[in-house]
T-cell receptor, first 116, second 111 residues
């Protein structure tokens, strides 16, 4: 149980376009979802936390107008990278937790974004 | 600011050996620690966790040791296998429900 999926697994886009990444909890209701960014050979950097039905809380230094997060349902959160540029190329990972799983986060498989 | 760090960025071992991956943390308020395994191109996978009221916890082939006196955490993998090759992250929680990830250690297992 507690499976999280991401779609797409990898995406290549041109500079200036917007890209949407989906994060779904397949067998549980995710009250909270987290979005991370990871550069090669580096640790995970938390970008934002979203609770279902409310606005996301962004970490310091993360542009909320650049990285749009929508947690519209208990099983789906989306991250949209707007007007993507090559420096946005990274590995984006989501995770989810449910009410009562205070200490557990379930991670998705990640999405590799390459901006040309 | 307070952070979680790792001593060794890369650890190479022979198949069958025991591996020890270390992690230092600086937030004395941390009360929960987690080890994750991340294979190349994949998301982190939960391995084992430990609460601050414990100093040792064992799983299948893995043991986590916590030394609160020196703020040190370690992950021991017994009889390391090639499939254990990955990056291992420690993470800690203290007050916030959001974990802070350490830098990561790359474990390379040679057959």
């Amino acid at each position: 149980g507690a499976v999280v999926s991401q779609h797409p697994s990898r995406v290549i886009c041109k500079s200036g376009t917007s890209v949407k990444i989906e994060c779904r909890s397949l067998d549980f209701q995710a009250t909270t979802m987290f979005w991370y960014r990871q550069f090669p050979k580096q640790s995970l950097m938390l970008m934002a936390t979203s609770n279902e039905g409310s606005k996301a809380t962004y970490e310091q230094g993360v542009e909320k107008d650049k990285f749009l997060i929508n947690h519209a349902s208990l099983t789906l959160s989306t991250l949209t990278v707007t007007s993507a540029h090559p420096e946005d190329s990274s590995f984006y990972i989501c995770s989810a937790s449910y009410r009562g799983s205070y200490n557990e986060q379930f991670f998705g498989p990640g999405t590799r974004l390459t901006v040309l | 600011g307070e952070s979680v760090g790792l001593h060794l960025p890369t650890l190479s071992v022979q198949e069958g050996d025991n591996s020890i991956i270390n992690c230092a943390y600086s937030n004395s308020a941390s009360d929960y620690f987690i080890w994750y395994k991340q294979e190349s191109g994949k998301g982190p996978q939960f391995i084992i966790d430990i609460r601050s009221n414990m100093d040792k916890r064992q799983g299948q082939r893995v043991t986590v040791l916590l030394n609160k006196t020196v703020k040190h955490l370690s992950l021991q993998i017994a009889a390391t296998q090639p499939g254990d090759s990955a990056v291992y992250f420690c993470a800690e929680k203290g007050g916030s429900y959001i974990p802070t990830f350490g830098r990561g250690t790359s474990l390379i297992v040679h057959p």
